[in-house]
């Protein structure tokens, strides 16, 4: 089995920062790619950053020059540096996490249990 453990939520002021860290373990130590959703309330989940075993990184338009996303293969870890927070931030963030056995393989796919993020104007 593998878990995602994700830790740094809380509470800000808009213009603050938090960094949210995602630790995985289990039966997978490497992941094809791993990535931050968040959901705010009434709204869909969303992708947030993402980044993959070889360093590429995607990002939300919305969070483009304020978020920043890492990993550390060796900790199996990934991490999402947010700056300049907006309340339009605000949202239970999520941390994916995918491995592809091979072609023609299906994606595996996992979810941490979310970390609430809350940034006040």
């Known amino acids: 089995q593998v878990h995602l453990v994700e830790s740094g939520g809380g509470s800000v002021q808009a213009g603050g920062s938090l960094r949210l860290s995602c630790a995985a373990s289990?039966?997978?130590?490497?992941?094809?790619?791993m990535a931050w959703y968040r959901q705010a309330p009434g709204k869909q989940r969303e992708l947030v950053a993402s980044i993959t075993s070889v360093g590429s990184t995607t990002f939300a338009d919305s969070v483009k020059g304020r978020f920043t996303i890492s990993r550390d293969n060796a900790k199996n870890t990934v991490y999402v540096q947010m700056n300049s927070l907006k309340p339009e931030d605000t949202g239970v963030y999520y941390c994916?996490?995918?491995?592809?056995?091979?072609?023609?393989?299906?994606?595996?796919?996992?979810w941490g249990q979310g970390t609430q993020v809350t940034v006040s104007s």
């Open positions: 994916n996490a995918k491995y592809v056995p091979g072609p023609s393989f299906p994606v595996r796919e996992y």
């Open positions: 289990g039966t997978i130590y490497s992941f094809n790619a």
